[in-house]
C-alpha cells in the first residue's frame, strides 16, 4: 500500500546501505527530494553559487552512502555502470545495494542528430541494458530507471532546445529506451511524466520543476523499497548498564522527604505543614491521630501519645465547641446496633 516514508521508516529500510544515483539533471533533483526526506532538508536549494554538473556524496546516519554520479549522456552511464560492475568483482569494492539510474534529455539534443548517431546510441542503449542486467544477477543490486519528466515546450530558453527537445520529441525517446531494452532490464521503472503532466505549466525552464514537485518521485521509490531490496538487518537493542539512569543527589533527596513523612505522620512527606501556615489549630499530626486512633483503640494498639492539648483561644472557642458537638453526635451514632456490627466486621477483618 502507497504510504508517505518518514526519515524513521527510511533509516528502517537503508541503514548499512550504499545506494547511487547515476544521471543527468532530472535525475539529480530526485536525488536531492531523497535526501531531503532523510533529514538534510537544505539539499537542492537554489544556489548560483555551486557547481551544477557534478558528482555529490553525503553519508546519512553515518552508516548509508548516497551519490550522485553527473552522468547526462547514455555512454556517461554506461561507463559509470560498467566500471562499478568490474570493481564489484574484488571482495574489497563495496557493492551497492540500490543503483539509481535517468537520462535522454541530453542524447535527445546533443548526440541525436544524424543516422549514424541514432544506430550508435541504440547500440549503447543496448550494452547499457546489459549492464543493469549484470549488476543484478552477479551481485543482487537493485536497478531502478527513471523515465524522463513531461517536457514544457513553451518555456524552452533557447532556440537549440526548442529544435530538438519539445514535448513530442521526448515522448519518441522515451520510446527509443523502451524498444532497447532499458525498460525490461529494470528492477523498477518510474514513469516521470505521471507525476509532472498535470504539472508542466509549473516548469519554469521547459525541463526543470519547483523542487518540490520532485518529492513525489522520490516517495515512490521509497514505497518500491519494500519489494527491491531484501529485509533490512535490525541491530539488536542493547539496553542500559544497571544504574547508567542513577541520580545520587535525587535519591538522597527522596529518603529525606521520606524520613520528614515518616517522623512528621505526613501522608504528603512534610508538605502538609506549609499549609498548617495558613490555617491555625491544624496540624499533620493532629491528622494522623484523628484518622487513625480509634482504629487503634479498637484494635489494642497504642498509638503515639498525643501529648497535652493546649487550651483554645477566644477565638477558637466557638470552633473547639462545634468539634466537640459533632464527636458527640458520632459516639451515639456508634452505639446504634447496625454501626456496632459494621466495626465488629472491620475488626474481624483487621485480625
Same mark, same amino acid.
Given at each position: 500500500?502507497?504510504?508517505?516514508?518518514?526519515?524513521?521508516?527510511?533509516?528502517?529500510?537503508?541503514?548499512?546501505?550504499?545506494?547511487?544515483?547515476?544521471?543527468?539533471?532530472?535525475?539529480?533533483?530526485?536525488?536531492?527530494?531523497?535526501?531531503?526526506?532523510?533529514?538534510?532538508?537544505?539539499?537542492?536549494?537554489?544556489?548560483?553559487?555551486?557547481?551544477?554538473?557534478?558528482?555529490?556524496?553525503?553519508?546519512?546516519?553515518?552508516?548509508?552512502?548516497?551519490?550522485?554520479?553527473?552522468?547526462?549522456?547514455?555512454? #556517461?552511464?554506461?561507463?559509470?555502470?560498467?566500471?562499478?560492475?568490474?570493481?564489484?568483482?574484488?571482495?574489497?569494492?563495496?557493492?551497492?545495494?540500490?543503483?539509481?539510474?535517468?537520462?535522454?534529455?541530453?542524447?535527445?539534443?546533443?548526440?541525436?542528430?544524424?543516422?549514424?548517431?541514432?544506430?550508435?546510441?541504440?547500440?549503447?542503449?543496448?550494452?547499457?541494458?546489459?549492464?543493469?542486467?549484470?549488476?543484478?544477477?552477479?551481485?543482487?543490486?537493485?536497478?531502478?530507471?527513471?523515465?524522463?519528466?513531461?517536457?514544457?515546450?513553451?518555456?524552452?530558453?533557447?532556440?537549440?532546445?526548442?529544435?530538438?527537445?519539445?514535448?513530442?520529441?521526448?515522448?519518441?525517446?522515451?520510446?527509443?529506451?523502451?524498444?532497447?531494452?532499458?525498460?525490461?532490464?529494470?528492477?523498477?521503472?518510474?514513469?516521470?511524466?505521471?507525476?509532472?503532466?498535470?504539472?508542466?505549466?509549473?516548469?519554469?525552464?521547459?525541463?526543470?520543476?519547483?523542487?518540490?514537485?520532485? #518529492?513525489? &518521485?522520490?516517495?515512490?521509490?521509497?514505497?518500491?523499497? #519494500?519489494?527491491?531490496?531484501?529485509?533490512?538487518?535490525?541491530?539488536?537493542?542493547?539496553?542500559?548498564?544497571?544504574?547508567?539512569?542513577?541520580?545520587?543527589?535525587? &535519591?538522597?533527596?527522596?529518603?529525606?522527604?521520606?524520613?520528614?513523612?515518616?517522623?512528621?505522620?505526613?501522608?504528603?512527606?512534610?508538605?502538609?505543614?506549609?499549609?498548617?501556615?495558613?490555617?491555625?489549630?491544624?496540624?499533620?499530626?493532629?491528622?494522623?491521630?484523628?484518622?487513625?486512633?480509634?482504629?487503634?483503640?479498637?484494635?489494642?494498639?497504642? &498509638?503515639?501519645?498525643?501529648?497535652?492539648?493546649?487550651?483554645?483561644?477566644?477565638?477558637?472557642?466557638?470552633?473547639?465547641?462545634?468539634?466537640?458537638?459533632?464527636?458527640?453526635?458520632?459516639?451515639?451514632?456508634?452505639?446504634?446496633?447496625?454501626?456496632?456490627?459494621?466495626?465488629?466486621?472491620?475488626?474481624?477483618?483487621?485480625?
Amino acid at each position: 500500500r502507497f504510504s508517505h516514508r518518514n526519515e524513521a521508516k527510511l533509516k528502517q529500510s537503508l541503514n548499512r546501505r550504499e545506494v547511487v544515483f547515476i544521471g543527468d539533471s532530472m535525475t539529480r533533483y530526485v536525488y536531492h527530494a531523497s535526501v531531503r526526506a532523510m533529514g538534510i532538508n537544505e539539499s537542492g536549494a537554489y544556489d548560483a553559487t555551486s557547481p551544477k554538473h557534478a558528482d555529490i556524496s553525503n553519508t546519512l546516519w553515518g552508516t548509508t552512502p548516497f551519490n550522485f554520479k553527473w552522468a547526462p549522456l547514455a555512454v #556517461d552511464q554506461l561507463s559509470i555502470l560498467k566500471e562499478m560492475n568490474q570493481k564489484a568483482e574484488g571482495a574489497e569494492f563495496r557493492r551497492p545495494d540500490l543503483i539509481f539510474l535517468g537520462g535522454g534529455a541530453w542524447d535527445r539534443l546533443h548526440v541525436y542528430a544524424t543516422d549514424e548517431d541514432r544506430q550508435s546510441h541504440a547500440a549503447t542503449l543496448r550494452e547499457l541494458g546489459r549492464e543493469m542486467q549484470r549488476a543484478q544477477m552477479e551481485y543482487g543490486a537493485a536497478v531502478v530507471w527513471f523515465i524522463p519528466t513531461t517536457i514544457n515546450s513553451q518555456a524552452l530558453n533557447t532556440e537549440e532546445k526548442r529544435d530538438h527537445l519539445r514535448e513530442e520529441d521526448m515522448e519518441a525517446m522515451r520510446a527509443v529506451y523502451a524498444r532497447n531494452g532499458i525498460l525490461s532490464s529494470s528492477s523498477f521503472v518510474i514513469d516521470g511524466p505521471a507525476f509532472t503532466s498535470s504539472r508542466v505549466v509549473e516548469s519554469y525552464d521547459g525541463i526543470h520543476y519547483p523542487i518540490r514537485v520532485y #518529492d513525489a &518521485g522520490a516517495q515512490i521509490l521509497f514505497n518500491a523499497l #519494500d519489494w527491491l531490496l531484501p529485509p533490512a538487518i535490525v541491530e539488536p537493542a542493547t539496553p542500559p548498564r544497571v544504574g547508567k539512569m542513577a541520580n545520587p543527589n535525587l &535519591g538522597l533527596m527522596m529518603l529525606i522527604l521520606v524520613l520528614i513523612g515518616l517522623v512528621g505522620f505526613d501522608g504528603f512527606l512534610g508538605f502538609s505543614y506549609l499549609a498548617s501556615l495558613f490555617v491555625k489549630g491544624v496540624m499533620p499530626r493532629d491528622l494522623y491521630e484523628e484518622a487513625f486512633s480509634a482504629l487503634h483503640k479498637k484494635l489494642g494498639i497504642a &498509638g503515639p501519645s498525643p501529648g497535652p492539648m493546649p487550651e483554645p483561644s477566644s477565638e477558637e472557642q466557638p470552633r473547639a465547641r462545634s468539634r466537640k458537638k459533632k464527636a458527640a453526635t458520632s459516639a451515639k451514632a456508634k452505639k446504634s446496633p447496625r454501626n456496632r456490627n459494621v466495626d465488629e466486621e472491620m475488626a474481624a477483618l483487621l485480625t
